[in-house]
């Protein structure tokens, strides 16, 4: 569900392999992203430009990764989201509390300036 493309002293590039991110996947998705987070310790950048849907339980699956994430100082952010994609994030103020990217190298960029 979560490919590793790129790793760094201080981030990871996880490719998100699925289309259709929904409440038949969400709790594994949770589970992956808790995983990697413990196992890497490092910002994780999640380049979502194959998902092209997305329901309210992944939704919330991301914002309690996020929760974990900081809770060990660390971050997720997005990137390659696809316009609709962004459009919900940003109808209910998720861009608000994600970092968000139009690419995954550009997230990197910024992570390293952090």
Do not use: C, W
Request: no cysteine; charged share 30%; aromatic share 8%.
């Amino acid at each position: 569900m979560i490919t590793i493309v790129k790793e760094s002293p201080k981030y990871m590039i996880g490719e998100v392999t699925i289309t259709e991110a929904n409440l038949s996947n969400s709790d594994e998705f949770k589970a992956e992203l808790v995983k990697l987070l413990d196992e890497h310790q490092k910002v994780l950048i999640l380049d979502l430009q194959e998902l092209k849907y997305v329901d309210s339980a992944f939704l919330g699956a991301l914002v309690s990764a996020l929760k974990y994430a900081i809770s060990l100082k660390l971050d997720i952010v997005l990137a390659g989201l696809r316009n609709d994609i962004r459009d919900l994030i940003k109808l209910i103020r998720l861009d608000k509390v994600f970092k968000i990217y139009n690419y995954a190298e550009e997230a990197s960029f910024a992570v390293n300036k952090m």
